[in-house]
């Protein structure tokens, strides 16, 4: 009775996991009708929860739910994007959970940034401060870095902003939306900032080839 027990609990789990599965599947990479309703079901439920957090944490008035539902989002948030924008899964973490260390990014996908590549021939050698750029212009580097600062010489390159530092939750909203597939998220960092965490720096360097 025991063994049933368990390979009921198993056909239950696998068919939940397959169900989350097409679930994902069908909001962040199918087209059809109703691939669409869900998508955009999905991104309007998301987007108007963060409001009302949003406008909970400006008033102070976010209770242990709250704070635990941001902690759970913010850690599913670090996991989801850990391979397609695994940058900014790091920064995340680093901004949230981190001792407020210096944070050295890895660089693979910074030295290959067309987008980078234009503004460093664009700006030539020297420093540059507080470079602002569209989403759209550089998607992933938009999710980390804006603005940013980059100093250029003949042998290095280096991106970094001296404070990661969100917006206060009683700040103007400023919206970052997070593409996963076809579907986007709008978040606001002034959410974060109602979760105590810790400004650094954050950098990372290559060579000037």
Same mark, same amino acid.
């Given at each position: 009775?025991?063994?049933?027990?368990?390979?009921?609990?198993?056909?239950?789990?696998?068919?939940?996991?397959?169900?989350?599965?097409?679930?994902?599947?069908?909001?962040?990479?199918?087209?059809?009708?109703?691939?669409?309703?869900?998508?955009?079901?999905?991104?309007?439920?998301?987007?108007?929860?963060?409001?009302?957090?949003?406008?909970?944490?400006?008033?102070?008035?976010?209770?242990?739910?709250?704070?635990?539902?941001?902690?759970?989002? $913010?850690?599913?948030?670090?996991?989801?994007?850990?391979?397609?924008?695994?940058?900014?899964?790091?920064?995340?973490?680093?901004?949230?959970?981190?001792?407020?260390?210096?944070?050295?990014?890895?660089?693979?996908?910074?030295?290959?940034?067309?987008?980078?590549?234009?503004?460093?021939?664009?700006?030539?050698?020297?420093?540059?401060?507080?470079?602002?750029?569209?989403?759209?212009?550089?998607?992933?580097?938009?999710?980390?870095?804006?603005?940013?600062?980059?100093?250029?010489? $003949?042998?290095?390159?280096?991106?970094?902003?001296?404070?990661?530092?969100?917006?206060?939750?009683?700040?103007?909203?400023?919206?970052?939306?997070?593409?996963?597939?076809?579907?986007?998220?709008?978040?606001?960092?002034?959410?974060?900032?109602?979760?105590?965490?810790?400004?650094?720096?954050?950098?990372?360097?290559?060579?000037?080839?």
């Amino acid at each position: 009775m025991k063994n049933k027990g368990i390979k009921y609990s198993a056909i239950a789990l696998l068919s939940l996991l397959t169900l989350g599965g097409l679930f994902s599947l069908s909001v962040t990479t199918l087209n059809d009708p109703i691939s669409k309703k869900l998508r955009t079901n999905t991104e309007n439920s998301f987007n108007q929860y963060v409001d009302f957090l949003l406008a909970k944490a400006a008033k102070k008035e976010l209770n242990s739910l709250d704070k635990a539902i941001m902690h759970i989002g $913010t850690k599913t948030s670090i996991v989801a994007t850990k391979f397609i924008y695994p940058e900014a899964s790091v920064l995340l973490d680093h901004y949230v959970y981190g001792d407020g260390s210096d944070l050295k990014l890895p660089n693979s996908y910074f030295k290959t940034s067309s987008y980078l590549q234009n503004q460093i021939d664009i700006l030539g050698k020297g420093e540059h401060e507080l470079i602002a750029l569209e989403q759209q212009e550089d998607w992933r580097l938009s999710l980390v870095f804006n603005p940013y600062f980059l100093d250029v010489t $003949t042998d290095k390159v280096k991106i970094y902003h001296p404070q990661i530092e969100f917006a206060p939750v009683t700040a103007e909203k400023e919206p970052t939306f997070i593409a996963i597939g076809k579907m986007k998220l709008r978040v606001y960092d002034n959410l974060f900032s109602a979760m105590s965490p810790t400004p650094f720096y954050a950098y990372a360097e290559w060579e000037n080839i």
